[in-house]
T-cell receptor
């Protein structure tokens, strides 16, 4: 299984500011994903982070609000831009290996926007 | 949208088997059944997955009906640490968007002493 770390683990931010979340994996993986979990809700897929090209966003999520980078096979960042209180959520990084069978999740970044 | 239906909550006595049902009546031939759980404030944890045959690992057993329209996750001896939300997810075996994990609401399992 892959070991995934996220930074920061939690943060409190002011509205209108931006926060970049980092995801680091201990091995090269084929697929990296970003999910959001709003308070009391299930997980929602934001986008697939593609190495060397633009991320693939799910319906309802746009690049201007959630820019994503993936410079190599073990690292990705998600930026939450121009934050509002509605962005208060847990943001989770997830990875899948070359065989594509099992997907693993990081510990999450807990974001509170005031 | 999630392709599975699960009861919103279940209780189980500590030390007893926990049997969590999942309905996936529209599952396709190339789609696997995956189970994850999320203990409060943590990232989801992979438990088990299967295609047609029953599967068992150190955490749980997965029983899939012959018509593949439903399955049951079995925790043989539930402990208080098994209290979590359990997600049953249907996912295609190949890549692309059909291979993405789409989460439903899951079942909140409460293991009681």
């Amino acid at each position: 299984s892959a070991v995934i770390s996220q930074k920061p683990s939690r943060d409190i931010c002011q509205r209108g500011t931006s926060l970049t979340i980092q995801c680091q994996v201990d091995s090269q993986v084929t697929m990296m994903f970003w999910y959001r979990q709003q308070p009391g809700q299930s997980l929602t897929l934001i986008a697939t982070a593609n190495q060397g090209s633009e991320a693939t966003y799910e319906s309802g999520f746009v690049i201007d609000k959630f820019p994503i980078s993936r410079p190599n096979l073990t690292f990705s960042t998600l930026t939450v831009s121009n934050m509002s209180p509605e962005d208060s959520s847990i943001y989770l990084c997830s990875v899948r290996g070359a065989r594509g069978e099992t997907q693993y999740f990081g510990p999450g970044t807990r974001l509170l926007v005031l | 949208d999630a392709k599975t239906t699960q009861p919103p909550s279940m209780d189980c006595a500590e030390g007893r088997a926990a049997n969590l049902p999942c309905n996936h009546s529209t599952i396709s031939g190339n789609e696997y059944v995956y189970w994850y759980r999320q203990i409060h404030s943590q990232g989801p944890q992979y438990i088990i997955h299967g295609l047609k045959n029953n599967e068992t690992n150190e955490m749980a057993s997965l029983i899939i009906t012959e018509d593949r329209k439903s399955s049951t996750l079995i925790l043989p001896h539930a402990t208080l640490r098994d209290t979590a939300v359990y997600y049953c997810i249907v996912r295609a075996s190949y890549g692309g968007s059909q291979g993405n994990l789409i989460f439903g609401k899951g079942t909140k399992l409460s293991v009681k002493p």
